[in-house]
């Protein structure tokens, strides 16, 4: 596919938010209104911008990446415009500096691509083990960090003018950065852990090799844990054992952390109240239906009663599941669009990690290589677990849809992703 042919998807994105935000109104009986010109122009802003991006700095990427994630923001941002115009307008503001961000980030790695980052592998580690320490500080402070729904892991600032609170999720970025030293650690070691030692009849990684890796996940899921963010941390752990997998090829890894899944589960749910409050709602959401499972039985109810094409877009009632622009956004998709804009979703997903791993194996440097699965595994682990969530296939794990919940750090994070992705693939091609 040409950039001409992206640059067309892009619009066709942006028409489609804009064409969504009229039909909502529609349904409300207001009409064609400023809101549907907004939405279309900032879109058609933000990435276009990216776009304008690509055509200067990473004229070679693969060109389906921006595609896929602004059909996904475009259905994302209908539902939250749906459900609250308010947090909408924050949304779209959000897209803005995500965009921005993308873009700039394609202007620093301009010239030695994603190879620059492998130098500060260290410095991403420390980053990104502050940053997942950030909820912890006090609430006497400016800074300060914000426990929601039992987990803490809001960092919140008060804005000096009005009455007015900034919200961000550091965690976020750190996935980012987790993932960057990952790549670059492995792309260093990953014979040495390719080849274990005998001891006696087992088979185990040098020690010397696996430590600085043990360090990095114990610290990480330690924070994690102790902020109830037990979400994140499935994320973080199932990032760790599939980049393992990636750079040795061998299935003891798998095996081992699907061991050690469970056995953490088990732990969790004896430690944490709020972990066992959500097994009782994933198995028996019915039976405290007012109260533990009412969030997850609206949200089959909803799923269910949008049968093949859905309600239509303003006419359902997705307002009922608590959190449905951020954790539920998927089943108010559901709801108003159906079997066919929910399937439409999971496909773009699948594409979008087809795109990736596709990119991952074309690379040829170890470096870029793994990076390449690691953001793409991100992406696709994330993506699983909400929406395995909220189709009660696993227990809800209280993590955002990418490009699709309502949420600044998730955008920013996700586009700065795929920025990554793609000029990996502009250094495979040149």
Do not use: C
Request: hydrophobic share 55%.
């Amino acid at each position: 596919m040409t950039r001409n042919a992206e640059a067309a998807l892009l619009i066709a994105a942006a028409v489609l938010a804009a064409l969504g935000v009229a039909m909502v109104n529609f349904a409300s009986g207001i009409g064609f209104d400023a809101q549907v010109a907004l939405t279309f122009l900032v879109f058609v802003l933000s990435f276009g911008g990216v776009h304008l991006a690509l055509r200067r700095w990473a004229p070679t990427a693969n060109p389906y990446l921006f595609p896929i994630a602004a059909f996904l923001a475009a259905i994302g941002f209908i539902e939250v415009y749906r459900l609250d115009r308010d947090l909408a307008a924050l949304q779209r503001w959000s897209l803005l500096v995500a965009a921005a961000l993308a873009a700039f980030i394609l202007f620093l790695l301009r010239d030695e691509g994603v190879a620059a980052l492998r130098r500060y592998r260290y410095i991403f580690l420390l980053l990104a083990i502050g940053l997942l320490l950030l909820p912890l500080l006090p609430e006497s402070w400016p800074l300060y960090g914000a426990e929601v729904f039992g987990s803490r892991l809001w960092v919140r600032v008060d804005l000096p003018f009005g009455d007015r609170t900034l919200s961000f999720q550091p965690g976020e970025v750190a996935k980012l950065l987790l993932t960057v030293f990952l790549a670059s650690y492995l792309a260093d070691r990953h014979l040495a852990l390719a080849t274990p030692r005998k001891i006696g009849r087992l088979s185990v990684p040098e020690p010397r090799q696996l430590f600085p890796v043990l360090v990095a996940a114990g610290a990480s899921f330690l924070v994690l844990i102790y902020q109830r963010d037990l979400g994140a941390s499935l994320l973080l752990f199932a990032l760790f054992i599939g980049m393992m997998y990636v750079a040795t090829a061998r299935s003891a890894y798998l095996i081992s952390g699907a061991t050690l899944v469970a056995a953490g589960g088990v732990v969790a749910y004896q430690m944490f109240d709020h972990v066992q409050r959500r097994v009782f709602a994933w198995l028996h959401p019915f039976e405290d239906f007012t109260d533990t499972g009412y969030q997850i039985a609206q949200s089959l109810f909803a799923l269910g009663s949008g049968s093949l094409t859905g309600s239509g877009l303003g006419l359902g009632r997705p307002d009922l599941i608590p959190a449905a622009a951020t954790d539920f956004v998927f089943a108010a998709v559901g709801e108003e669009m159906g079997f066919a804009g929910s399937v439409a979703v999971i496909t773009a997903y699948a594409l979008l990690v087809a795109a990736g791993f596709g990119i991952a194996l074309r690379a040829r440097d170890v470096f870029r290589k793994f990076l390449a699965a690691g953001l793409t595994l991100v992406i696709g682990i994330q993506a699983f677990l909400i929406i395995a969530g909220v189709t009660r296939l696993l227990p809800v794990t209280g993590i955002t849809l990418p490009f699709m919940s309502y949420g600044g750090s998730s955008l920013l994070a996700n586009m700065v992703l795929i920025s990554l992705l793609a000029r990996i693939s502009h250094g495979e091609r040149t």
